[in-house]
């Protein structure tokens, strides 16, 4: 995967986003320029947030995201598949476009995976920390609040995804990989990708 392999603390506010991207997705797909698409949105109120204020900047994460995928197809089943196809394609855009997702989703959750451990607790979210702050300058400037709220992100977003049941489970889910994001990871050559979504060459 091409990556500046940069990290940045964007999760706090962009999130998984799903309901968001597969909206941001057709525009997408329709080449509708993020302005046009904002504009819509707001216009229409299609997030249904309560104000407009956030609409712009997460519009813009999900055409970002839409961006770091670059596969038509997965863009396409993001848009039409379903939810629980388009839930697995989303993560992995979220992996793409946030080097702090992949590292996890690949470092921890897939060597997991490759291990056979299914036990998953905060001592190993918690230990993925403490390892980025001590080898990153600019994740050990981050906040404790900074980290808590990722941390939360992180783990909800293996809810969203299937891989965890709720917030106190302890144990891993065997996901299976969809046939369509096995495709499109192939296609894009990120092969390193698959052991997170428990799927071994």
């Known amino acids: 995967m091409d990556q500046t392999h940069s990290y940045n603390g964007s999760l706090t506010a962009e999130q998984f986003l799903f309901y968001e991207i597969r909206i941001a997705a057709k525009f997408y797909i329709e080449g509708i320029t993020i302005e046009e698409a904002v504009e819509k949105i707001k216009k229409d109120n299609l997030f249904q947030y309560p104000t407009e204020r956030q609409v712009s900047r997460l519009a813009r994460a999900c055409y970002k995201r839409l961006d770091a995928l670059g596969n038509e197809q997965l863009i396409h089943e993001l848009a039409f598949a379903p939810t629980e196809i388009a839930k697995q394609i989303n993560l992995y855009a979220m992996m793409r476009y946030n080097w702090l997702v992949w590292e996890f989703m690949i470092g921890v959750i ?83 990708a698959l052991p997170a979504f428990n799927y071994f060459r």
């Open 110 to 192: 897939g060597e997991k995976y490759r291990n056979q451990d299914f036990s998953f607790s905060r001592k190993d979210i918690n230990a993925f920390f403490t390892r980025l702050q001590a080898q990153d300058d600019s994740v050990n400037a981050w906040s404790e609040n900074t980290i808590s709220k990722i941390k939360s992100v992180l783990i909800r977003v293996l809810i969203e995804t299937g891989y965890l049941d709720n917030l106190r489970d302890t144990t891993l889910n065997p996901v299976l990989l969809c046939e369509e994001l096995e495709d499109g990871i192939k296609t894009n050559n990120d092969f390193d």
